[in-house]
């Protein structure tokens, strides 16, 4: 089950909540004074070191359909 972070609207107050999605949606109706916020979006990941490691098999796979269309702008890396 993930992890909601919560803040109360009137004293500011930040806070986790350990809970399924599923009751999170009754958990915020029932709460009114409180809101949601995300401190970080998991699964976001700046650089995961694969830009350059592209497999011969496509690049081969960027030339042909770059030949089969006049005019294409793809260039294989």
């Not at 998991?42 to 005019?71: C, E, M, Q, T, W």
Request: charged content about 25%; proline content about 8%; hydrophobic content about 30%.
């Amino acid at each position: 089950m993930p992890t909601y972070n919560f803040r109360n609207k009137e004293t500011g107050d930040e806070f986790e909540i350990f809970m399924s999605i599923h009751d999170l949606d009754k958990y915020k109706q029932d709460n009114p004074h409180l809101e949601q916020f995300h401190t970080n979006f998991p699964g976001v990941v700046a650089d995961a070191g694969i830009r350059n490691k592209v497999p011969d098999g496509f690049r081969d796979v960027l030339k042909s359909i770059k030949k089969a269309n006049y005019g294409s702008t793809i260039t294989p890396p």
